[in-house]
């Protein structure tokens, strides 16, 4: 069981109030590890990725602590640090009712871009800010799923080594183009592993899927503000393939290397990454929309938790097919492509696409009543 529950589910239901996209417990580990045994740093109780207005994102922290003798300013500082290493731009520090939290306090933590409040204060600060910590029917703001979705790590030992990448180092990725490499890379690493028929294993293809449209969500917004109307394929693969390998330089380098491990002269832009033609189409497809690709990042993760808790349709998923209606499309396009290029079984697609274009078509027939 989580620690600091109560005050973890507040925070997860003002981002998903919010449509902000949640990730609780995530893992700060070293950037560079240069020692065989890995040390931690510390942990994020709640990070919430929310949309910028002008394309990409921006990331809140909420730190979460009962105790009764805890100090809001000390908390504030070592919160500032965090906030530091997790690209964080805001921080929420949540504290018992009984520690005491004076103005002076409250002002000198803005100055670090940090809010200190009582956890009874939470829901007067969600209504401040439009949204609300009241109960909501969603199984991404339910602290329960979360938990059953942490115990698979415990569960599936072969798993294991993605499930730990998912919910720490991905996090600390600040290039949105390597975070998609890898979490690319690492679920073809297990793809033989998994079976679209264990409910267990849906949810963790959902979680793939989740991070892989978080990544292509920020590689999109970028994309459009520099290509805007590309007219020609060659002027939008290389800006594409330039911004997923972080530079045209580092693009280059990985041609050189394909070159050399594969024995062929002429390496094709094709074989760099997998169906490039297939993942050219999705971020031509999110580009017609790209701050709709959040909504279809927490489309996904709200499906992989209702596939692990076996719910029915829960209100988030209608709200978003609604408020957002290319993200359906989105959660269909990067599951067919991530079951194609990966070769991963093709069920893993339809399950999420049947259950998107099911809410879509209620959605649908909800706007023409």
């Known amino acids: 069981m989580l620690k600091d529950r109560a005050q973890k589910t507040l925070a997860l239901r003002l981002c998903v109030s919010k449509k902000w996209l949640p990730q609780p417990e995530v893992v700060i580990e070293p950037y560079q590890q240069t020692e065989k045994v890995k040390y931690l740093l510390t942990d994020l109780d709640v990070l919430g990725i929310c949309p910028s207005p002008i394309g990409g994102h921006v990331r809140v922290v909420f730190d979460c602590k009962s105790g009764a003798k805890e100090s809001a300013m000390s908390r504030a500082f070592w919160l500032h640090g965090v906030m530091t290493k997790a690209a964080s731009s805001h921080g929420f520090v949540v504290l018992n009712n009984k520690v ?14 940090i809010s200190l409040l009582h956890e009874g204060e939470f829901e007067d600060l969600a209504q401040g800010m439009g949204g609300s910590t009241l ?49 690319v890379a690492k679920l073809r690493a297990i793809r033989y592993e998994l079976d679209p028929a264990k409910a267990d294993h849906l949810s963790i293809f959902g979680d793939a899927l989740c991070l892989f449209l978080l990544s292509l969500s920020e590689l999109a917004n970028r994309l459009f503000l520099v290509l805007l109307k590309p007219v020609t394929r060659d002027e939008f693969t290389t800006p594409l393939l330039a911004l997923l390998y972080g530079g045209y330089e ?15 002269e002429a390496v094709d832009a094709l074989d760099i990454f997998p169906e490039l033609g297939r993942f050219e189409q999705l971020v031509r497809e999110l580009l017609q929309a790209p701050q709709q690709t959040l909504a279809a990042s927490l489309l996904a993760r709200e499906l992989s938790l209702i596939f692990l808790t076996e719910r029915s349709k829960t209100d988030l998923v209608l709200q978003i097919a609604t408020e957002s209606p290319h993200a359906s ?13 990966l070769h991963l079984p093709l069920e893993f697609a339809s399950h999420y696409s049947d259950y998107v274009l099911s809410v879509s078509a209620t959605a649908l027939r909800a706007k023409k009543v």
């Open 329 to 341: 499309k989105f959660v269909v396009m990067a599951s067919d492509y991530l079951c194609k290029a």
């Open 100 to 113: 005491s939290i004076n103005h002076d306090h409250r002002i000198s933590a803005t100055d670090l871009n």
């Open 250 to 264: 580092n693009l280059e380098a990985a041609q050189k290397i394909k070159k050399i491990t594969s024995g062929v």
């Open 135 to 183: 109960p909501i029917d969603a199984a991404t703001a339910d602290i329960e799923s979360w938990e059953k979705f942490f115990s698979l790590k415990a569960k599936y030992a072969l798993l294991s080594e993605y499930l730990t990448f998912s919910a720490s180092r991905y996090w600390i990725i600040k290039d949105a183009g390597e975070r998609c490499r890898k979490i």
